[in-house]
């Protein structure tokens, strides 16, 4: 890979690079970052990172291998409505935003081409993620190859169905923020029953990093690892009886389910768009 360009240099498009350029996967002058309108953001890219700002699509995607568009969904349609001109056929797209499906992509830029869509985290930021991608048949096994060295420089890789990314969205996409909300919950908790601030936050991150590698690390299920740490008429089992009367089991089901569904309305109603802006130019 000679090149990698970035349509947008927001939070996810900084972590991807952090990870890249950690790993030495490129080198930081041959990763080209544009921007809609934020300037400082690209001069603090360019400062932290070493790449190289672009202020014209031509500038960013001219001999470009890989071009990954990192702009949120509203923002789809006028980016690659600016860069698809300036897109060759042996270049690989690479979209992380939420609920856009490639044909979606296809319709946009007016052609077929190489595409891979991909949802990491914001865990991202610390070379933590869960990353699933989609790939289509266009994309060749060199391009799908420096693709997972990307990914991996960031976190964990998993190859799925381009249907199965909006679950995708709704678990590991969303899932850092259900993470922070139960932590959230916690610290307040533990504020309320005389602990300090710091001692909760501290004892609260412990407890999360220690169940997340009890689960990474051994063949039980989490159910029976709370079993194990839940004795009968004991102190867990009293705490468990609340979350089970209040229905937190269901409602974590039910976010899940909701952030998923919404991932795909997001792409069902770009795709109208996109639908709608062509049958007024026809």
């Known amino acids: 890979?000679?090149?990698?360009?970035?349509?947008?240099?927001?939070?996810?498009?900084?972590?991807?690079?952090?990870?890249?350029?950690?790993?030495?996967?490129?080198?930081?002058?041959?990763?080209?970052?544009?921007?809609?309108?934020?300037?400082?953001?690209?001069?603090?890219?360019?400062k932290e990172f070493g790449i190289t700002p672009a202020r014209r699509m031509e500038?960013?995607?001219?001999?470009?291998?890989?071009?990954?568009?990192?702009?949120?969904?509203?923002?789809?349609?006028?980016?690659?409505s600016a860069a698809k001109d300036c897109i060759t056929d042996n270049m690989l797209i690479i979209s992380v935003a939420a609920g856009v499906s490639m044909a979606c992509i296809e319709k946009i830029i007016g052609r077929k081409t190489a595409i891979i869509r991909a949802m990491p985290n914001t865990s991202a930021?610390?070379?933590?993620?869960?990353?699933?991608?989609?790939?289509?048949?266009?994309?060749?096994?060199?391009?799908?190859?420096?693709?997972?060295n990307i990914f991996q420089s960031i976190g964990l890789v998993a190859i799925v169905?381009?249907?199965?990314?909006?679950a995708v969205t709704g678990?590991?996409?969303?899932?850092?923020?259900?993470?922070?909300?139960?932590?959230?919950?916690?610290?307040?908790?533990?504020q309320e029953i005389g602990l300090e601030d710091h001692t909760a936050k501290e004892l609260?991150?412990?407890?999360?990093?220690?169940?997340?590698?009890?689960?990474?690390?051994?063949?039980?299920?989490p159910q029976l690892l709370r079993k194990e740490v839940t004795s009968p008429g004991g102190t867990t089992e009293a705490g468990i009886k609340v979350l089970d009367q209040l229905g937190v089991y269901d409602a974590v089901i039910s976010c899940i389910k909701e952030?998923?569904?919404?991932?795909?309305?997001?792409?069902?109603?770009?795709?109208?768009?996109?639908?709608?802006?062509s049958a007024r130019l026809d």
């Open 171 to 190: 678990l590991s996409g969303s899932g850092p923020a259900y993470i922070y909300y139960l932590a959230e919950a916690m610290m307040k908790s533990a």
């Open 59 to 80: 500038e960013l995607l001219t001999q470009a291998d890989i071009a990954v568009l990192a702009v949120k969904p509203k923002d789809v349609i006028s980016a690659l």
């Open 1 to 46: 890979m000679n090149k990698l360009a970035f349509i947008g240099g927001g939070s996810m498009a900084e972590a991807i690079i952090s990870g890249i350029t950690a790993k030495g996967i490129l080198n930081p002058p041959h990763i080209y970052v544009i921007n809609k309108s934020d300037r400082d953001r690209l001069e603090f890219l360019q």
């Open 204 to 221: 609260t991150i412990q407890t999360l990093i220690g169940a997340a590698e009890m689960l990474q690390t051994s063949s039980k299920s």
């Open 161 to 166: 169905e381009e249907q199965q990314l909006d």
């Open 259 to 277: 952030a998923s569904r919404q991932s795909k309305e997001l792409g069902e109603n770009l795709s109208e768009q996109i639908h709608s802006q």
């Open 125 to 148: 930021a610390i070379g933590k993620s869960a990353t699933a991608i989609a790939v289509n048949e266009l994309v060749s096994e060199q391009q799908l190859s420096a693709v997972m």
